[in-house]
C-alpha cells in the first residue's frame, strides 16, 4: 500500500519555466513533508520541509504548498535551471512519534537549456 | 560534499562473505537511519537508531546486523546475503527524535553488488 505517491514518473521544463512536482498521500497521520533532490550516484538532499500546520513554505527559487483536505503537496521551482535536472523524492513523516519516513517513488525532472 | 560520509562506495562480495558497511557524521545528530534502494525504487527504511539504541527494525533479515559504537558512527554488518539484496544501501542521520521534525541528511550510500 503506497502511502506517498508521485504519479508522474518524469517532468520536463524549459530553463526558466516554472517546474511544478506534484505528491498525494494516504494516511491523515501524515503531519510533516520533505522534499528530496538526487542526482545519479549521490545520496538524496535536503531541498524544503512544510509541517502540517503550514499550507506554504518558501526557499529561494523552491517554495512548497500544501492542501490538506486533498492530501496533496506539491514543489514549484521558479525559474528552472538545468542544475536543478535531478530526481525529485516526495517524503513524509509523524511528527512527536517515530522517526520513519516514507518516500514517494520520485519524479525525474529535466530542464533544457 | 555531503556531511555523512559512507564507506565503501562500491562493495562486491560472495553470499558466503561477512563485509560491513560503515556510517560517520560530526553534525552532533543523535538519530541515525539505515535504508536500502534498488533501482528506480524509493529508499525503503531499514533500521532507526536514536541516542545510540535501536529504535526501529523494519523486519528486516537477521542476516543484517546493525550497530552504533557511538553517537557519530553507524554500522551495518552482513553476512550470508542473497542477491536480491544487491541495492544502494544509504546511511541518514537528525538532529533527534520526538518533537519538532528534523530533516534526515544522507549519504552518497554504498552501492553493494551480491555474487
Known amino acids: 500500500d503506497q502511502q506517498v505517491k508521485q504519479n508522474s514518473p518524469s517532468l520536463s521544463v524549459q530553463e526558466g519555466r516554472i517546474s511544478i512536482l506534484n505528491c498525494d498521500y494516504t494516511?491523515?497521520?501524515?503531519?510533516?513533508f520533505l522534499w528530496y533532490k538526487k542526482y545519479p550516484a549521490e545520496g538524496p538532499t535536503f531541498l524544503i520541509s512544510?509541517?502540517?500546520?503550514?499550507d506554504k513554505n518558501e526557499d529561494g527559487r523552491f517554495t512548497v504548498f500544501l492542501n490538506k483536505s486533498a492530501k496533496h503537496l506539491s514543489l514549484h521551482i521558479v525559474p528552472s535551471q538545468p542544475g536543478d535536472s535531478a530526481v525529485y523524492f516526495c517524503?513524509?513523516?509523524?511528527?512527536?512519534?517515530?522517526?520513519?519516513?516514507?518516500f514517494g517513488k520520485g519524479t525525474k525532472l529535466t530542464v533544457n537549456p | 560534499d555531503t556531511e555523512v560520509t559512507q564507506t565503501p562506495k562500491h562493495l562486491v562480495m560472495g553470499m558466503t562473505n561477512k563485509k560491513s558497511l560503515k556510517c560517520e557524521q560530526h553534525?552532533?545528530?543523535?538519530?541515525m537511519y539505515w535504508y536500502k534502494q534498488k533501482a528506480k525504487k524509493p529508499p525503503e527504511l531499514m533500521f532507526v537508531?536514536?541516542?545510540?539504541?535501536?529504535?526501529i527494525n523494519e523486519s528486516v533479515p537477521s542476516r543484517f546486523s546493525p550497530e552504533c559504537p557511538n553517537s557519530s558512527l553507524l554500522n551495518l554488518h552482513l553476512h550470508a546475503l542473497q542477491p536480491e539484496d544487491s541495492a544502494l544501501y544509504l546511511c541518514?542521520?537528525?538532529?533527534?527524535?520526538?518533537?519538532?521534525?528534523?530533516?534526515?541528511?544522507f549519504g552518497d550510500g554504498t552501492r553493494l553488488s551480491i555474487l
Open positions: 541518514a542521520s537528525s538532529a533527534g527524535t520526538g518533537g519538532r521534525y528534523q530533516p534526515q541528511h
Open positions: 494516511n491523515s497521520m501524515f503531519d510533516y
Open positions: 512544510i509541517s502540517s500546520i503550514k
Open positions: 517524503a513524509a513523516g509523524v511528527r512527536g512519534g517515530s522517526e520513519k519516513l516514507v
Open positions: 553534525m552532533g545528530h543523535r538519530a
Open positions: 537508531y536514536s541516542y545510540e539504541k535501536l529504535s
